[in-house]
């Protein structure tokens, strides 16, 4: 992509940050939105982590090496904000079920849910899953990334992510048909 | 909508989130985390020179404790080395403390 090749030439040689930054943004926001909305689920947390991830972007813009693909970049750092508003909330917990709990309380309680059954009650499969099989499987459900690239955001080996999306896609066929 | 039983078919489901969409907000992310962006770069800013300016208090202070302590020496009209050797042990670690830490770059007087 052009455009993507243009903004990590123009990080690399350092020139005109702030262009830079919005060209990036104005570019993955919408996609990196709805990437922290399907973990954090509230309306409210998905706009706030939004503008944490893409202020620790423009702030680390320089330490972007290109090892990476860009996008893959702000996914990691998007996740990981992710797992901080977790942490804060003190969602993660020695037991999984808790973190699902909460998550699909938040959902049955967000306002902004709209959509039919069907939709609502696969979202509620979904957060029904342990946190890495509802990681991977997001990724690569709905955002259609390949293993490489959710191993470059992760940082767990492929073979390692093709189980957890195995089991993750077998729960959820479960979750679905027991309704 | 129905599901077979037994073969649940994922493309049924789609890409569909049940959420509405977010335009409104998503038109204005950008600007919203700029005007973010701006704020913090100030704050820092602040903070930055609120620190040189600490800095800069300590090392007065330390000199001018440092001068009113050791009599007959005027800082003006001694050389660093003659400075070095009439200082104490613990006085020379304090020196070098403050010669290695941030205190003394440059940079942070360049505000």
Same mark, same amino acid.
């Given at each position: 992509m052009a455009k993507?090749?243009?903004? %990590?030439?123009?990080?690399?040689?350092?020139?005109?940050?702030?262009?830079?930054?919005?060209?990036?943004?104005?570019?993955?926001?919408?996609?990196?939105?709805?990437?922290?909305?399907?973990?954090?689920?509230?309306?409210?947390?998905?706009?706030?982590?939004?503008?944490?991830?893409?202020?620790?972007?423009?702030?680390?813009?320089?330490?972007?090496?290109?090892?990476?693909?860009?996008?893959?970049?702000?996914?990691?750092? $998007?996740?990981?904000?992710?797992?901080?508003?977790?942490?804060?909330?003190?969602?993660?917990?020695?037991?999984?079920?808790?973190?699902?709990?909460?998550?699909?309380?938040?959902?049955?309680?967000? *306002?902004? %849910?709209?959509?039919?059954?069907?939709?609502?009650?696969?979202?509620? $499969?979904?957060?029904?899953? *342990?946190?890495?099989?509802?990681?991977?499987?997001?990724?690569?459900?709905?955002?259609?990334?390949?293993?490489?690239?959710?191993?470059?955001?992760?940082g767990q080996s492929e073979s390692t992510l093709k189980t957890n999306y195995h089991y993750a896609e077998k729960k959820v066929k479960e979750f679905m048909l027991n309704i | 909508m129905s599901i077979n039983n037994n073969n649940f078919d994922f493309g049924k489901i789609g890409k569909n989130l049940p959420y509405q969409s977010e335009s409104e907000f998503l038109g204005v992310a950008t600007d919203l985390t700029l005007n973010k962006i701006n704020s913090m770069k100030k704050r820092r800013r602040i903070w930055k020179f609120a620190s040189s300016v600490a800095a800069s208090i300590i090392i007065v202070l330390g000199f001018t404790l440092f001068n009113n302590s050791s009599n007959n020496v005027d800082i003006n009209n001694i050389s660093i080395d003659d400075l070095i050797s009439n200082m104490s042990d613990s006085r020379l670690e304090e020196f070098v403390y403050m010669v290695d830490s941030d205190a003394f770059l440059v940079d942070d007087f360049n505000l």
């Open positions: 993507e090749e243009e903004i %990590v030439a123009n990080i690399r040689d350092g020139k005109d940050k702030d262009k830079t930054f919005t060209l990036l943004m104005n570019m993955y926001k919408e996609r990196i939105y709805w990437h922290i909305r399907r973990l954090v689920v509230s309306k409210e947390d998905a706009e706030d982590v939004l503008q944490e991830t893409f202020v620790k972007v423009y702030f680390n813009m320089d330490k972007f090496k290109g090892h990476s693909s860009i996008y893959t970049w702000i996914y990691t750092i $998007a996740t990981n904000e992710c797992g901080q508003l977790f942490r804060k909330r003190k969602i993660i917990t020695s037991s999984y079920d808790d973190s699902s709990q909460i998550l699909l309380d938040s959902l049955a309680s967000e *306002p902004s %849910v709209s959509g039919d059954e069907l939709t609502i009650n696969f979202q509620k $499969a979904i957060l029904s899953l *342990p946190e890495k099989q509802r990681l991977v499987f997001n990724l690569r459900y709905y955002d259609e990334l390949s293993y490489h690239e959710i191993s470059e955001i992760t | -």
